[in-house]
């Protein structure tokens, strides 16, 4: 594995590596917000322009992120850290470096010895076990911090297909900058921090967004509202709001106002499909999950695979739906088409709540 496996166990290193990244991102923060202003006097409204705020918001949370504390990783950098030994006071601590944002008590490490670190610092640790990274002796200081800190803002401001590891990052690859879950099914295990990253992200869509990189973002971001809600720190009306505007994420209170439900058109609609039978020996594979998604895109017109994925989760649904595959679509009428629609529309706003 080289030396790049156990140089950032050095306390010192590790510490020159987090500045470096520091002043890396508040580098692209500004190059940022320089373009933004620019935009803004030329292009005020523009689509460039909601593109370029976006961004910079979005360096803003990460520099925010990044100097939250995490508990220190269990691995074996623990019990070989480092001290830094300044001159004039032997076995002092390195000093505290402040980001440009964020709480005051931040720092780039904590303290030696202790059990919480900065997000940064726990990302960084990550990087090094997981590289390949290996220099000559004379120059493997300078060359593992370079490495390290380019690492860290490659990943940070990584696209989407820089993030392949984990399905659900590489649709919110702005969660880059936290430490990588350990079931890969779940896009972070800090939905209060993810909850600062995406929020630039919903609050301003482009149009490159996909939609099932608009339908993660905006359930992903909901999930992070609903734990926030569980928080004491928050008022019981700041927690409403934070109810009401996670819900709102799921189902927009204009989608209904739109799409009143027809509670006649939901009773045929179960009426029949429930009456409905497979035929006998047809054989598992007319009600597989390919052929369901393909009849419920028929049905439900332009959703994303993620909700339809989502919905088919759902054993209910699947059991409805799976003997429509070997029905004759020309066998119903039009009320029991449109009834069939509604059934599917009503399970789907259920599952965005559920």
């Known amino acids: 594995s080289g030396q790049g496996s156990h140089q950032v166990a050095n306390y010192q290193l590790r510490h020159a590596a987090c500045t470096y990244s520091v002043r890396l991102a508040d ?13 803004l006097e030329l ?7 909601t593109a370029a705020l976006r961004t910079y918001l979005e360096s803003i949370a990460i520099m925010w992120t990044s100097a939250q504390r995490l508990k220190m990783p269990d691995t074996a950098f623990r019990s070989n850290v480092g001290k830094v030994r300044l001159e004039g006071s032997p076995g002092a601590s390195p000093p505290n470096k402040r980001l440009s944002f964020g709480d005051l008590p931040s ?5 030696s010895g202790t059990s919480m670190t900065t997000t940064l610092d726990v990302v960084t640790i990550g990087i090094s076990q997981s590289s390949t990274f290996s220099s000559d002796d004379a120059s493997w200081p300078l060359s593992t911090i370079l490495h390290l800190s ?12 820089k993030a392949t590891d984990n399905s659900m990052r590489s649709l919110m690859p702005e969660l880059c900058v936290l430490p990588k879950p350990r079931d890969n099914a779940h896009a972070t295990e800090h939905p209060d921090l993810a909850l600062r990253l995406l929020a630039p992200f919903v609050a301003f869509q482009i149009a490159e967004d996909s939609p099932e990189s608009v339908v993660a973002r905006k359930e992903e971001l909901s999930s992070c509202l609903l734990h926030a809600a569980q928080s004491t720190v928050f008022s019981a009306g700041r927690k409403s709001q934070m109810r009401q505007m996670a819900c709102d994420l799921l189902v927009p209170r204009s989608t ?9 058109l939901i009773e045929i609609g179960l009426a029949k499909l429930t009456s409905l039978k497979p035929t006998p020996g047809s054989g598992p594979s007319l009600s597989s999950t390919n052929e369901l998604e393909k009849l419920l895109h028929q049905l ?11 919905l088919l989760d759902q054993g209910t649904a699947r059991n409805l739906f799976s003997p ?5 679509w020309n066998n119903f009428d039009s009320v029991e088409r449109t009834s069939f629609k509604s059934v599917a529309e009503s399970m789907l706003r259920l599952s965005r709540i559920f």
């Open 324 to 328: 429509l595959i070997s029905a004759s």
């Open 107 to 111: 720092s780039i490490l904590a303290p």
């Open 300 to 310: 439900l017109g332009n959703v994303t695979s993620i909700e339809i994925s989502r």
């Open 256 to 264: 209904d106002s739109a799409n009143p439900v027809d509670e006649k």
């Open 27 to 39: 580098a692209v923060r500004r190059s940022r917000l320089g373009k933004c202003i620019l935009l």
């Open 150 to 161: 380019a690492s860290f803002v490659d990943l940070i401001f990584a696209s989407s297909n």
């Open 43 to 49: 292009t005020s409204g523009s689509d460039v322009t």
